[in-house]
């Protein structure tokens, strides 16, 4: 996607007389075209001023709501790439505008829509990888979620500095994230489903090894600052998680993931450090659960990125660090979690948490008839799971340590903390 929808101007201020030329099409155009436009996976385009008016009231109950754009971490606790947050001016311009009937302005005016790009952003990939086979999305019924193995092929180690991904049929790609597996798990779960792929709601799974970032609708590919890089070992499975949304008719899927390598070996790697909790019970009814995580870091490490994960019952999930001097470092607030928007987020300056800290993880769950999400009626008890049933207490760390080796031990540092010696050893076989 071309940078103009990164820099059209947007009002500072409410005019007197909104219209569509001069004031709402810069808002549109910035935060909602990327997706509300034909062929895309959302329901409707909003690329015309036709498109907008019929649907100026609709606009300002769904941005008012806070439902539009899909943007779940508090834009005040971290900063992130990519943060589809709406100013309180933009909203006050768009609800003004249908107040007054929507009025076009000078059509001429108006900035033309961007010009979307199909080829690839950052130029051609070293390496592309693609599904082995289409997959059918079936035309109606629940949002589908399953994971592709896609082998690199690799002979030696490479670090990556970007990925880029690019949907294959844009109708019904939702979002995407990207993992690693260095132990075959995933092909075992692959060979044991007669469809391409393998079925999954929650996770991917198994337990990665390491992950290269996610993909959503209106994400920017980014390379990483010179000097990092993500691990990419020799051998790797690279493994897909698709979250698919029916459109209305039988639909098929073919996406590719480009990899950027490093033009030398990156000098600091970044590794994932998973923040979990299996230790989950809901009884029925409950309605504010609530699971407390907590490890310390044994050496300094620097946050890049985060990766919340719940299921269905998941309302809310704060991470953060607490320094030996007791001083807070904001990570990732989601207060209204949805388990269809969820994303990996790039931090827009990476976070240093000294070693000594503390990682600190509160979830909240709503397992009571109240909540319109509960995939069980009546309500029923919720365990760790992969199935809609199920819940997950989650989140994927993106750091790094001052060597690839340290990460490892800074990993498992974590997981003895969070887990039971037996449970550790069903997590590292892949149970």
């Known amino acids: 996607m071309i940078s103009l929808i990164f820099c059209l101007a947007v009002p500072l201020a409410v005019p007197v007389a909104p219209n569509y030329a001069e004031h709402v099409a810069p808002i549109l155009i910035k935060h909602c075209v990327v997706c509300h436009r034909p062929e895309e996976v959302a329901p409707f385009s909003l690329l015309t001023y036709e498109d907008a008016r019929k649907r100026a009231n609709f606009i300002v109950q769904i941005t008012q709501e806070g439902r539009m754009p899909p943007w779940k971490p508090e834009p005040?606790?971290?900063?992130?790439?990519?943060?589809?947050?709406?100013?309180?001016?933009?909203?006050?311009?768009?609800?003004?505008?249908?107040?007054?009937?929507?009025?076009?302005?000078?059509?001429?005016?108006?900035?033309?829509?961007?010009?979307?790009?199909?080829?690839?952003?950052?130029?051609?990939?070293?390496?592309?990888?693609?599904m082995p086979a289409e997959f059918t999305v079936p035309a109606g019924?629940?949002?589908?979620?399953?994971?592709?193995?896609?082998?690199?092929?690799?002979?030696?180690?490479?670090?990556?500095?970007?990925?880029?991904?690019?949907?294959?049929?844009?109708?019904?790609?939702?979002?995407a994230l990207v993992?690693?597996?260095q132990r075959g798990l995933a092909r075992k779960l692959d060979a044991k489903d007669a469809e391409p792929g393998f079925a999954t709601f929650g996770g991917p799974g198994f337990l990665p090894t390491g992950g290269l970032g996610g993909w959503a609708p209106?994400?920017?590919?980014?390379?990483?600052?010179?000097?990092?890089?993500?691990m990419l070992a020799k051998g790797s499975d690279v493994v897909v998680q698709m979250h698919y949304h029916p459109s209305g008719k039988t639909e098929k899927d073919k996406s590719k993931l480009g990899i950027y390598f490093t033009p030398?070996?990156?000098?600091?790697?970044?590794?994932?450090?998973?923040?979990?909790?299996?230790?989950?019970?809901i009884t029925a009814g409950e309605k504010r659960y609530n699971r407390h995580v907590e490890f310390t870091v044994p050496e300094t490490v620097r946050v890049v990125a985060m990766t919340p994960h719940m299921h269905l019952l998941g309302k809310e999930m704060k991470v953060r660090?607490?320094?030996?001097?007791?001083?807070?470092?904001?990570?990732?607030?989601?207060?209204?979690w949805n388990f269809n928007w969820q994303d990996t987020y790039m931090c827009k300056e990476q976070v240093e948490v000294p070693a000594g800290s503390k990682f600190v993880m509160d979830a909240w769950y709503d397992n009571s008839a109240d909540n319109p999400l509960n995939p069980s009626t009546p309500p029923k008890e919720a365990v760790w799971g992969e199935q809609t049933t199920n819940e997950m207490c989650?989140?994927?760390?993106?750091?790094?340590?001052?060597?690839?080796?340290?990460?490892?031990?800074?990993?498992?540092?974590?997981?003895?903390?969070?887990?039971?010696?037996?449970?550790?050893?069903?997590?590292?076989s892949g149970n």
């Open 394 to 428: 989650l989140c994927f760390i993106s750091i790094i340590g001052k060597n690839p080796k340290s990460i490892a031990e800074v990993r498992m540092a974590a997981l003895r903390q969070m887990v039971t010696p037996a449970m550790l050893l069903r997590i590292l």
């Open 264 to 281: 030398k070996p990156a000098e600091n790697i970044v590794g994932l450090l998973p923040m979990l909790s299996r230790d989950i019970r």
């Open 179 to 181: 993992f690693l597996d």
């Open 321 to 336: 660090a607490i320094t030996p001097e007791g001083r807070e470092i904001p990570l990732v607030w989601v207060k209204d």
């Open 141 to 175: 019924g629940n949002d589908v979620y399953r994971c592709f193995v896609l082998p690199t092929g690799l002979k030696e180690d490479r670090t990556v500095a970007a990925i880029e991904f690019e949907p294959g049929n844009a109708r019904v790609v939702h979002h």
């Open 76 to 130: 005040d606790y971290n900063q992130f790439h990519d943060a589809r947050v709406l100013s309180d001016d933009e909203k006050g311009v768009l609800a003004k505008w249908a107040k007054i009937g929507a009025p076009s302005g000078e059509l001429s005016k108006a900035p033309k829509p961007p010009a979307f790009e199909s080829n690839w952003q950052l130029g051609k990939p070293d390496l592309i990888l693609e």
């Open 218 to 230: 209106g994400s920017t590919p980014r390379r990483l600052p010179e000097g990092l890089g993500r």
